[in-house]
């Protein structure tokens, strides 16, 4: 440790906490309830991000990317989603190096009979006793956060 390093204040050290703490919480509390559909809640988040493709394709390197994962990590998660029939994996045409992680028919229904249950779990654990100026103001802050999380390197 330096002297220099500009230590987080009291209100600094107590939204870091609150947020770290609230984040891990809420998905491990999710990915219980998503449980009941035979997802954990990084299924969810690669079903969903599939979902929203017109086609319900996207290449694993955007994925990747999306989620924050490293490309083995979604190559395993994506390997063991395809043992349970909710994705495939196959070659993009024009890049043989490129894979594309597609959404299947059991995929898309087992996520179809999960999602409603789980915004009315987000609604209720996170948007519940919130105005609309705090939604607001927690949407500014998470676009913030991911501007910052652009640049690779802190100062």
Not at 5 to 12: A, H, I, K, R, S
Not at 49 to 72: A, C, H, I, M, N
Not at 84 to 92: I, M, Q
């Amino acid at each position: 440790m330096t002297s220099d390093t500009p230590w987080l204040n009291e209100d600094e050290l107590r939204a870091w906490k609150g947020v770290s703490l609230m984040n891990l919480q809420l998905q491990a509390r999710l990915g219980r309830r998503l449980a009941v559909h035979g997802l954990s809640y990084q299924d969810y988040l690669v079903l969903v991000s599939l979902s929203d493709q017109p086609d319900g394709r996207r290449r694993v390197t955007e994925l990747s990317e999306e989620l924050g994962w490293e490309k083995s990590r979604l190559s395993h998660h994506l390997s063991r989603m395809c043992e349970r029939g909710l994705v495939t994996k196959e070659p993009c045409p024009s890049d043989q190096r490129g894979i594309f992680a597609i959404l299947t028919e059991r995929g898309r229904s087992t996520l179809a009979t999960a999602a409603p249950d789980h915004v009315r779990d987000v609604r209720h654990y996170f948007f519940r006793g919130l105005s609309r100026a705090d939604v607001a103001a927690l949407a500014d802050v998470a676009e913030h956060v991911m501007k910052n999380l652009s640049d690779e390197s802190p100062a």
